[in-house]
C-alpha cells in the first residue's frame, strides 16, 4: 500500500512557470522525503523534511509540510525544460523503518 | 564517491526461470533497499538490508529473496518468473541506520522483461 499520494497526477507548464505539487498521506511521519526520477532512470533525492520542520529551500525547490493537514507540497519557481520529470513524495510509516513512495507527478516543462 | 551500481543493466528471461540482480552501494553506505516499479503499481517495497541483516520486507511472496554481503554489496533473487515480475528493479542505499530517516542514493536499475 502506498502512504503518499501526489496531485496532480500529470502536469503541464511553459518553462519559467512554478509547478506546485502535492502530497497527502495517512499516518503521522517522522519525515517526508522528495525525489525526481527521469525517464528509465534511478530516483534522486531533492529534499527530507522532518516532521517538526514547516518550510525548506534548496535552489529554486520549496517544501512545505502541515502535518495537522498531513500533506505537504513541493514547489519548483522559474521552471526549466530540465525539470520534465516524475516526482515523488516519499514516508516513513508509523513505528516503520521503511520508505513508501507515493504515485508520483508526472511533470512537463515545454520550452 | 561513485554512486550505486546496479548489475545488469537490461535482463529477458522466460517464465519458470530464476534471476539474479546486483547492487553495490556507496562506499560506507551499509543500508541496501529494494523496490520494484511498474507502471500499474507504483513503487513497491521489497526489502531492506542493513549489515547483513534483513530489516524489512514488503508484501511480496516468497519467491522474492535477497542478502546482503558483508562488503554491504546486495543482491537479490526472484525465482520461478512470472509474466507479472517484469518491472524496473531499482536499489538504493543510504548512510543512516534505516531508509527512513535519511535520504537514498539509487542506482538507475535493472529492467527486467519476462517473456
Known amino acids: 500500500s502506498q502512504q503518499g499520494e501526489e496531485d496532480p497526477q500529470a502536469l503541464s507548464i511553459q518553462e519559467g512557470e512554478n509547478a506546485t505539487m502535492n502530497c497527502s498521506y495517512k499516518?503521522?511521519?517522522?519525515?517526508l522525503q522528495w525525489y525526481r526520477q527521469n525517464s528509465g532512470r534511478g530516483l534522486v533525492h531533492l529534499i527530507l523534511i522532518r516532521s517538526n520542520e514547516r518550510e525548506k529551500h534548496s535552489g529554486r525547490l520549496r517544501v512545505t509540510l502541515d502535518t495537522s493537514k498531513k500533506s505537504s507540497s513541493l514547489l519548483i519557481t522559474a521552471s526549466r525544460a530540465a525539470d520534465t520529470a516524475s516526482y515523488f513524495c516519499a514516508t516513513d510509516k508509523e513505528y516503520g523503518n521503511k520508505l513508501v513512495f507515493g504515485a508520483g507527478t508526472i511533470l512537463r516543462v515545454k520550452s | 564517491k561513485a554512486g550505486v551500481t546496479q548489475t545488469p543493466r537490461y535482463l529477458i528471461k522466460t517464465r519458470g526461470q530464476q534471476v539474479t540482480l546486483s547492487c553495490s552501494p556507496i562506499?560506507?553506505?551499509?543500508?541496501v533497499s529494494w523496490y520494484q516499479q511498474t507502471p500499474g503499481q507504483g513503487l513497491q517495497f521489497l526489502f531492506e538490508y542493513f549489515s547483513e541483516t534483513q530489516r524489512n520486507k514488503g508484501n511480496f511472496p516468497g519467491r522474492f529473496s535477497g542478502r546482503q554481503f558483508s562488503n554491504s554489496r546486495s543482491e537479490m533473487n526472484v525465482s520461478t518468473l512470472e509474466l507479472g515480475d517484469s518491472a524496473l528493479y531499482l536499489c538504493?542505499?543510504?548512510?543512516?541506520?534505516?531508509?527512513?530517516?535519511?535520504?537514498?542514493?539509487f542506482g538507475n536499475g535493472t529492467r527486467l522483461t519476462v517473456t
Open positions: 562506499s560506507g553506505h551499509r543500508s
Open positions: 538504493a542505499s543510504s548512510s543512516g541506520l534505516g531508509s527512513y530517516n535519511s535520504p537514498l542514493h
Open positions: 499516518t503521522s511521519i517522522n519525515n
